[in-house]
């Protein structure tokens, strides 16, 4: 049986980033993505134009402080191995929990096909965050996943351009005395 670690994240979060299952290297150092060939931070801090940190805090950090949360749709499994397609008898994490204690979460990432298909097998029917949270599947950070670099950047890029969008949500109050006929003004109050 292999047990998964605890989400980081914090009251800001509105992005979550599932992965399936934290691999073998990552279980040995107990940090997300640990191994080396593993795209992740590396995708990560280029699009949030960082230079990438070897150290694990510092990369927690530097996610939390742009609203960014990882977690792995898999509490527990059995895995002989780091491949996903060795998961057998997988045990969700609690996401009713979850989404009710870290409101601010508007947008779910998963981290390749496989992380999709069982949060949609273990977890969809669980919860009713359907019409408020967006679900989007990039592809995946594993060495396993041949695509080049440049191409998982692309696709990944959408984390960043929809995270400006919900920042860019915040009401503004513009407050305007308009000159009317005869001597009259109006004042306007817009909220954009």
């Known amino acids: 049986m292999v047990e ?11 992005v979550l980033i599932l992965g399936t299952m934290p691999g073998a290297e990552s279980l040995t150092k107990e940090e997300y993505y640990a191994n080396a060939r593993n795209q992740f931070w590396k995708i990560v801090f280029s699009l949030l134009e960082k ?9 927690k950090a530097v996610l939390l402080n742009n609203k960014i949360a990882i977690w792995d749709v898999l509490k527990s499994c ?40 069982l949060y949609k097998k273990l977890v969809i029917n669980k919860v009713n965050r359907e019409d408020d949270i967006r679900l989007y599947t990039l592809p995946s950070s ?27 949500t ?5 407050n305007a005395c308009l000159g ?4 009259a003004s109006y004042e306007v109050d817009i909220d954009i």
């Open 4 to 14: 998964g670690f605890e989400a980081v994240i914090d009251k800001n979060c509105k």
């Open 51 to 59: 230079d990438l940190d070897d150290n694990y805090e510092n990369k």
């Open 78 to 117: 059995d895995r002989e191995n780091s491949s996903d397609s060795n998961i057998k008898n997988p045990v969700s994490n609690d996401f009713i929990w979850l989404y009710s204690k870290y409101p601010n979460l508007k947008s779910v990432y998963f981290n390749g096909k496989k992380a999709e298909a």
């Open 170 to 174: 915040d009401v503004i109050r513009l």
């Open 180 to 183: 009317g006929y005869g001597g």
């Open 142 to 168: 594993s060495p396993a996943n041949a695509v080049k670099f440049e191409a998982k950047v692309n696709e990944w890029k959408q984390i960043i351009s929809l995270r400006r969008e919900e920042i860019n």
